[in-house]
């Protein structure tokens, strides 16, 4: 056993081509080796083992029996190790590996994200995407505790030392107001809604409380313009916030894209152009380099990016 346990991928590779060749100078050939050489490692191969591995006649070599079962086991253990060559190579490529994502309710409802985790799926499919979703703060979270390799978010509500925010794109937000409110009536689909409308309505958050955002910025533009109003809630996810919008429980804001929510009940306004408030899609990441699968996804987020930006107006 203390034999075996000294062989090595060389003498594998020696004891195959001789194998196949069935001659030891054709052998050598193919080895790009002298023939002495090769005969020698052969021999010691055969000593280690304790058993001859070849017949020899004048015109080549026959495997004996033991020869035929070391070439069987051979083959598999040389093609374990190009199989693990292989799957290295592309692991330092960045072309495999595990990402785990996330992303708010919000940020999914752009058509962005999901194009770009499929576009990943599809040009990477060896990179294994592991996909959650949350809300902004959990996310920067575990984003900075490394549960988390990627989240796809709106406005930051924390910055976390050594985390990266990266805006990728930008998009207008509108008012989301119950589908029978009296702001509906008085404001048609294709007339925005002045800022000063709000002044007094109760309004639903979706906020991390102390924290910025999106919605600290919509307070802190009210605030500069005089409007005061009323923070009927604060909760955790958007959608949960449009759940009460279509209760009838306040107005709120949300990013364009999410007009599709709650069609039924929900009705949308659009907001003054001056002074505006937008809302961007940011990608949080840890600034350091491990896996090297992050390089990989995070080139195709921006080459993704910098294109939808080439097409909006």
Known sequence: MRYLLRMEIRHLRYFVAVAEAGHMTRAAERLGMQQPPLSQQIRQLEQRLGAPLF????????????GAQMLTEARRVLDGVGAM????????????????????????????????????????????????????????????????????LRVPVARPAGLSFEALLSEPVVLALPIDHALAERYGPDQAVPWQALHEQPL????RPGALGL??????????????????????????????????????????????????????????AEPALRAPITLAFRDDDDPVAKATFLALVRRHAAAERALSP
């Open 215 to 272: 919605y600290g910025e919509l307070l802190s533009l009210l605030e500069r313009l005089g409007v005061s109003v009323r923070v009927q809630a604060e909760v955790d996810r958007m959608m949960t916030n449009l759940n009460l919008v279509s209760a009838g429980a306040g107005l709120s804001v949300v990013p364009a894209s999410m007009q599709i929510a709650q069609a039924h009940s929900v009705t949308y306004r659009c907001l003054p």
């Open 55 to 66: 017949t020899r006649h004048p015109k080549g070599m026959t495997l004996t029996v033991l």
């Open 85 to 152: 060559e292989q799957r290295m190579t592309r692991l330092a490529a960045g072309l495999l590996g595990l990402l785990a994502v996330g992303f708010t309710s919000s940020a999914a409802a752009h058509a962005f994200t999901p194009r770009v985790l499929r576009a990943c799926r599809r040009e990477y499919p060896e990179i294994e995407l592991q996909i959650a979703e949350s809300n902004a703060a959990e996310l920067t979270d575990a984003v900075a505790a490394g549960r988390l390799h990627f989240a796809f």
């Open 204 to 207: 639903i958050l979706v906020r």
